[in-house]
């Protein structure tokens, strides 16, 4: 991935704690939408 010009460069720990919060909401998400689906 390039980084764009003026962009904030993330360190890796950045990253890597986005990608955990990303996993909890989707988490999240799945355990509020699949229940009001069913």
């Known amino acids: 991935m390039r980084q764009l ?3 904030v460069k993330e360190t890796r ?3 890597k704690e986005r ?3 990303n996993l909890k909401s989707q988490a ?3 355990t509020v ?3 009001a689906l069913g």
């Open 5 to 7: 010009k003026g962009k």
């Open 13 to 15: 720990k950045q990253k």
């Open 19 to 21: 990608k955990l919060d």
């Open 28 to 30: 999240k998400i799945r």
């Open 33 to 35: 939408v699949l229940p």
